[in-house]
């Protein structure tokens, strides 16, 4: 069956200028997840969202960023005012049981 | 918090060695161990998870780890690797039982195996 997708692959901006990614999870999977993966950090954890429950913020690196699921399924990532240590690969994964995790390819962020 | 540590950040062997990636972990509770590989170009994989029961868990490829709660640990092993398992691999875990569901990863292993 379709993984996660997440869209655009690829995003060049521009240093202070505001990016939205988009996820689209496994279809029935109530749980979705954002991770960050750079060179310095590693994979970090961003945000999390299970269901109609409050999504757990407590990777979220700074008020910049912010994340929304609709209707329980696809959801956006949005980074405000971007700055060039945001520059990462964005991967989204999504989860029927919340415990394994289906990782999607990512979206490359690079800020100029 | 949990942290996830994993020795070796680059590992080169010759094909047909043996393989034991390290990884060791700080959390007081109840936890979710994974191993998941990324081979070049492609996405991340689940290797193997640990629940609970069998501490000994087997996954694909031939993968096996081993979860010894009074260490912390819970590295990785193959008896005989392949060029083919050439890739990153990252070890993680998440509170269990119903606890906080994002994963903490450790910063990666980079894994070549020569022909």
């Known amino acids: 069956g379709a993984g996660v997708s997440q869209s655009p692959s690829n995003k060049v901006t521009e240093k202070g200028k505001d990016v939205e990614l988009r996820c689209d999870p496994i279809?029935?999977?109530?749980?979705l997840y954002w991770y960050r993966q750079s060179l310095g950090q590693g994979l970090e954890f961003l945000i999390y969202f299970q269901g109609n429950s409050a999504p757990d913020k407590s990777g979220l690196p700074s008020d910049r960023f912010s994340a929304e699921r609709t209707g329980g399924s696809v959801s956006t990532l949005t980074i405000q005012r971007t700055q060039q240590e945001d520059s990462a690969v964005y991967l989204c994964?999504?989860?029927?049981?919340?415990?394994?995790?289906?990782f999607g390819p990512g979206t490359r962020l690079t800020v100029l | 918090a949990q942290s996830v540590s994993q020795h070796n950040h680059h590992v080169i062997l010759s094909e047909a060695a043996s393989l034991e990636l390290g990884c060791n972990y700080s959390?007081?509770?109840?936890?979710?161990l994974f191993w998941y590989v990324q081979y070049p170009g492609q996405h991340l994989q689940l290797l193997l998870k640990y629940f609970s029961g069998d501490p000994l868990v087997k996954g694909i490829k031939g993968f096996e780890a081993e979860f010894i709660k009074s260490k912390f640990s819970f590295n990785l092993r193959k008896p005989s690797v392949q060029w083919s398992d050439t890739a990153e691999y990252f070890c993680?875990?998440?509170?269990?039982?119903?606890?906080?569901?994002?994963?903490?990863f450790g910063k990666g292993t980079h894994l070549i195996i020569q022909p």
């Open positions: 279809s029935g999977h109530t749980a």
């Open positions: 994964a999504s989860s029927r049981d919340r415990v394994r995790q289906y």
């Open positions: 959390y007081g509770g109840t936890v979710n």
């Open positions: 993680a875990v998440n509170a269990g039982g119903g606890g906080a569901d994002g994963l903490t």
